[in-house]
């Protein structure tokens, strides 16, 4: 009986911690589906482009990393390479961390932290799954820190007024769309006309 009233009362403290977190953040820790997560893997090239040197790779960072599922997928793509996931809420970051420390994950790191506070002037790729809002906010950090041929990939939020480069949607039932950014000094974007999505495929090159 004891042992019931702690477990429902921790569960309800947490349950009212993410909540907190999610007014804080603006945005609440939904997972990346399992769909949309091949999707964005898939988009995604085999080899990240070597923003530095051919020996120094870009670093990974997934921005709000929530409980971990799609900074876990990364780092298994990428094993030779560093992730860090970074996560403001407690609960799903607690989750995060412990699931980081599974074996095979020994690239991954999960931060605790705002991202806004995070320097990702190293950065070869950006992931994030955020708001429309979060990710405007965002956007001036990414163009202040990030190196050219860097790569942004982003779950159902396009950044407002960059030119992707791909495009693809999910095999959900909301066809979920990703967009992929490559860094450059004109990413304004233009008239792109349709864009035809198949998920895991990109969609079309939008480079002139
Ligand atoms: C929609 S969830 C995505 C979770 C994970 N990226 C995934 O794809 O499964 C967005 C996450 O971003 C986190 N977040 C939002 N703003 C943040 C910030 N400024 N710093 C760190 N984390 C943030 C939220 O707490 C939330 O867990």
Not at 28 to 34: A, H, L, N, R, V
Not at 51 to 70: N, Q
Not at 155 to 179: C, K, L, Q
Request: proline share 8%.
């Amino acid at each position: 009986m004891n042992f019931d009233i702690w477990a429902l009362g921790g569960a309800l403290l947490a349950i009212a911690v993410v909540f907190i977190w999610t007014i804080r953040t603006g945005s609440p820790p939904t997972p990346t589906s399992p769909a949309a997560r091949r999707a964005m893997l898939a988009i995604l090239p085999r080899h990240l482009p070597r923003v530095f040197t051919e020996d120094k790779p870009g670093a990974i960072y997934e921005l709000g990393a929530g409980w971990g599922g799609m900074a876990l997928a990364l780092a298994r793509q990428y094993p030779d390479d560093s992730v860090a996931g970074v996560e403001l809420a407690p609960v799903p970051w607690l989750v995060a961390k412990c699931r980081s420390m599974m074996p095979g994950h020994g690239n991954l790191e999960i931060r605790y932290g705002d991202f806004h506070a995070s320097d990702l002037s190293d950065a070869g790729l950006v992931v994030c799954y955020l708001s429309a809002d979060g990710l405007a906010r965002l956007k001036p950090k990414l163009e202040d820190e990030l190196p050219k041929g860097a790569l942004v990939l982003s779950n159902t939020f396009a950044m407002p007024g960059w030119r992707r480069t791909d495009e693809t949607a999910a095999g959900d039932i909301y066809h979920s769309p990703v967009y992929l950014y490559e860094m450059s000094d004109d990413m304004t974007e233009e008239d792109r006309g349709a864009v035809v999505a198949t998920e895991g495929k990109p969609a079309r090159r939008n480079r002139p």
